[in-house]
């Protein structure tokens, strides 16, 4: 049933459109539920920008921590995706059936939210950091090719933690609480993701976990991208490591969902 | 039989059901070493329904009435068996199928909660690509037969339950599917609401030409809808037919009701009667009698002579007992 998800379908984008206008309705809600998610980056960027003060922590001033952090949060809004927590519940409580009798593959109804979602709290969220921008005094040196680079490694890390949480969010066909595996992700990605401090200053062997873990691609990556924090190899490294990860969580997903569906077709949720 | 749409042969399910307690770890035990009690839902079912026919599924709870509607609709796969509908095998779940199917579950809505019906209807024919101009006569039509015009910009959450299994028709209708599957349509309505939607599937059944297979536990339901019954019973099919001759085969007792001239009970005491009937029912002078379905002439014509008899009726026992009956000793 994987056949056909990315190709355009008018289906796909009605529902879109339809879960977008039902969420329009709690606005206010997600609006606060993006503030919360908003608080720990932005008090980790008070406290590093403290830190730096008017000179500078392993060659980042107090403007970059300013930079680093705000373009970290847009990044997290935008490739958080909380989608992955609704799955679960779909599968136990039978609501999946729903999904299966219609005739598009069932991913659509995970896209739809996610860019019906993305839509509703980008608009809160960007206001607040073009103000935070001004307030703050963010100092930026951007080139055209960190520029360049970023689009493709922000939409790879949101297709990489989508997935990635996807896989672990069909783990409810096996077991009754497989979200609590959602929220190790969420932990994880909040130390090595570049949430606590940026990569670059974790100690040694936190640092290279970070590198290899899936993890720091589905946030930090491409705000060190767009920083300039990286070298050319090292965000070719990056790229590679990142598409893997990406990669080995499509196939994931695309596996767990068959073997899944062919359990739940079995057993009758 | 031809112009066979549904095709049922053999059809078997068992479920693994899995065996787990809960918990983190023991959900992540049960990962890697699974265990399962094996339960017997449906044994080897076979039955074929023409096209435009409407046919009553009924049978206790935990008959395997769900199961065999899920297993039509391609949501369970079989443990064994053939199926198929409109020539397609369900659990491959074509799309091309999945057009030509619709299936409406009394517990579950397939309506977005917090937009009025017509932007999720809007989004269903998009879904099941209908072309524009067809989706507006199907929804006109549909929205005239169930007199639901009002509701269409209401948000779902304000409705009623009467009024969300409405949508719910339209909802699943939109598309004109071949086969309409209907599990538990009338779950919790009031009755003038029962009475209305029967209403409706009759008419659209007439009208449309589509195959309905419906599960109730309302009788009325299957009554005033479908001239042919398949009871389960603990997964195998007891009495395919019509309700009627079920009602005979099981029930071979006529339900004699006489009211007596006052007089006659002055001691309150029973009379004499023949051998073969059975007291239901004594109080001051109504007496309801069960006698044999063979001897209700004999018999009534003898209470006739014996008993001061004001009033006399003779009737079939009520479908629920016949039901009843079935459900709890399986036909025996």
């Known amino acids: 049933m994987t056949r056909g998800i990315f190709t355009p379908s008018r289906g796909g984008w009605a529902l879109i459109r339809s879960t977008w206008l039902s969420w329009m309705q709690y606005r206010s809600f997600f609006f606060i539920l993006a503030f919360g998610w908003m608080i720990p980056p932005l008090i980790y960027l008070l406290v590093w920008s403290t830190a730096a003060g008017e000179g500078s922590i392993s060659g980042m001033t107090r403007g970059a921590f300013v930079a680093y952090y705000l373009i970290l949060i847009l990044v997290n809004q935008i490739t958080y995706a909380q989608t992955n927590w609704t799955v679960g519940d779909l599968i136990r409580y039978g609501q999946i059936n729903k999904v299966l009798l219609r005739p598009i593959p069932p991913l659509y109804d995970a896209l739809a939210s996610e860019f019906a979602g993305k839509v509703v709290y980008l608009v809160f969220v960007v206001p607040i950091l073009v103000i935070l921008a001004f307030v703050l005094k963010l100092e930026l040196d951007l080139t055209l090719l960190n520029a360049l680079a970023f689009i493709p490694a922000l939409i790879f890390a949101w297709a990489l933690r989508f997935f990635w949480g996807y896989w672990l969010a069909l783990l409810a066909f096996w077991a009754t609480r497989a ?19 940026p990569i670059a200053l974790l100690p040694g062997a936190l640092k290279t976990l970070a590198v290899i873990l899936p993890f720091r691609y589905m946030v930090a990556f491409p705000v060190e991208v767009i920083t300039g924090q990286l070298t050319r190899p090292e965000m070719l ?26 359990r739940y077709s079995a057993v009758g949720g | 039989m031809e112009n066979t749409i549904i095709r049922v042969k053999e059809l078997t399910k068992t479920y693994r059901v899995p065996v787990r307690a809960e918990g983190l770890g023991a959900s992540l035990k049960s990962l890697f070493k ?8 449906v044994q080897a079912i076979s039955f074929e329904i023409p096209q435009g026919e409407m046919v009553g599924l009924i049978g206790p709870n935990g008959a395997g009435k ?43 809505s397939q309506m977005l909660w917090d937009i009025p019906p017509l932007d ?51 909802a699943s209708l939109l598309h004109r599917p071949s086969v309409l599957f209907l599990d538990e349509p009338t779950l919790g309505l009031d009755v003038s609401m029962q009475l209305r939607l029967r209403r409706f599937l009759a008419d659209y059944n007439r009208s ?30 007891l009495h395919d037919g019509e309700l009627g001759t079920l009602a005979r085969r099981m029930m071979p007792f006529k339900i004699l009701r006489i009211t007596l001239k006052q007089e006659s009970m002055a001691d309150n005491e029973l009379p004499e009667l023949p051998d073969g009937v059975e007291v239901l029912e004594a109080e001051s002078n109504n007496l309801n009698l069960r006698v044999p379905r063979d001897e209700a002439a004999a018999i009534t014509a003898k209470l006739l002579e014996t008993l001061n008899v004001a009033d006399l009726t003779i009737e079939d026992p009520s479908i629920e007992a016949v039901i009843d009956q079935v459900y709890t000793d399986g036909g025996q």
């Open chain 2, 66 to 108: 769900t199961t065999t509607l899920k297993m039509l609709a391609g949501l369970l796969h079989p443990t064994s068996g053939q199926v198929s509908v409109a020539g397609y095998e369900p659990w491959q779940r074509q799309p091309q199928y999945l057009r030509r199917i619709s299936m409406v579950m009394g517990n579950k």
């Open chain 2, 208 to 237: 449309s030409g589509t195959t309905v297979i419906l599960t109730s536990h309302y009788m009325a339901d299957v009554m005033a809808l479908c001239p042919r019954v398949i009871l389960i019973h603990h997964g195998k099919i």
């Open chain 2, 34 to 41: 699974p265990t399962y009690s094996e339960v017997s839902a």
């Open chain 1, 179 to 197: 979200d609590a595996l959602l929220a190790l992700q969420d932990s994880l990605v909040f130390l090595l993701a570049g949430q606590v401090a």
């Open chain 1, 237 to 262: 490294t990056g790229f590679a490591i990142q598409v893997g990860w990406m990669a080995a969580a499509v196939i994931l997903y695309a596996l767990l969902w068959r073997y899944g569906l062919k």
């Open chain 2, 120 to 170: 999720s209807f809007r989004v269903l024919g998009e879904i099941y690509s209908v072309p524009k101009k067809e989706f507006e006569r199907n929804l006109e039509e549909l929205v005239q037969l169930l007199e639901m015009k009002e509701l269409l910009t209401k948000p779902v959450r304000n409705l009623s339950l009467g009024e969300r299994m409405k949508c719910e028709l339209t």
